[in-house]
Each structure stands twice: as C-alpha cells, then as structure tokens.
C-alpha cells in the first residue's frame, strides 16, 4: 500500500508528497529511531503511530519542520546504506546515476526529490494554510 502525504482546503489538493509504500516510511522513521538512540528523543511527532486515518495539525507540522531540519543535518552525517534489492529507490538511484553520500541522500520521494526537502515543504505549507498534513 502506498502512502500519500498531503494538504487539502475546499476539496482542493494543495501540495502533496507520494511517499512510497507504508514501508518505505517506516524504514526513513527508523532513521530517525537510530538517531534518537544516540541522543535525547528529538523526533517524538515524527515518530507518532501512522495510520490511515493519521493527520499532523498545523501545530504538529511546526514540530515537525523543525524535527525534519535536525533530522536532516543528522543524516548528513551518517553513511549511505544500500537501497533494498529490487526497490523503485534502487531504480531510481541507478537511472539518475546517484551513488547516495549519506543516509540523508538514500530517502526521497517516487519522483525522485529529497524526501526530507520534500517534507519540510509540507509542513511549511500546512502552517501557512492553517490545514492539517493528510496520510491517504
């Protein structure tokens, strides 16, 4: 199943992020699990159970954004990991020719953008819109 983040208002879709699958996030929140494990617990809205019916408030996606800010600056630091045998990230890397530096640079969305950019970008977007972050 694959899991879509987005902002709506009237109806009308404003932005959103095609995540990958359900897995796909998980594996990104464990990054964030990894970190937290080194350090006092940073990604606590992050790390929040997701389920279909989940939705980050403009309140929570202010959180969030600044979580995502220190998120990405960790992954910067820490080594690439190989992308898992067979995946659309595999796929992607190879026909962009992308040889991941650091973790941070192993998630991004199905188009191919950092996912971290990508997400920080949405909650902005749900702050100044006022709307929650929709999980569909």
Known sequence: MSLYLCVFRH???LDGVEVGSYDDFERFRDAA???DR???RRFGTLRTNVTPTTAWSPRAAARLASELTVLGEALRGVPARP???GSWQAEVARRRGW???SLYDCFFDVAGEP???RLLALCRLAVES???ILFQ
Do not use: T
Request: hydrophobic content about 45%; overall charge negative; charged content about 35%.
């Open 99 to 101: 040889p991941p530096a």
């Open 115 to 117: 996912l971290v950019e």
């Open 130 to 132: 006022r709307q929650p």
């Open 83 to 85: 992308f898992p045998a």
């Open 33 to 35: 699990r990894a970190l």
């Open 38 to 40: 080194r350090v006092l």
């Open 11 to 13: 109806d009308e879709e």
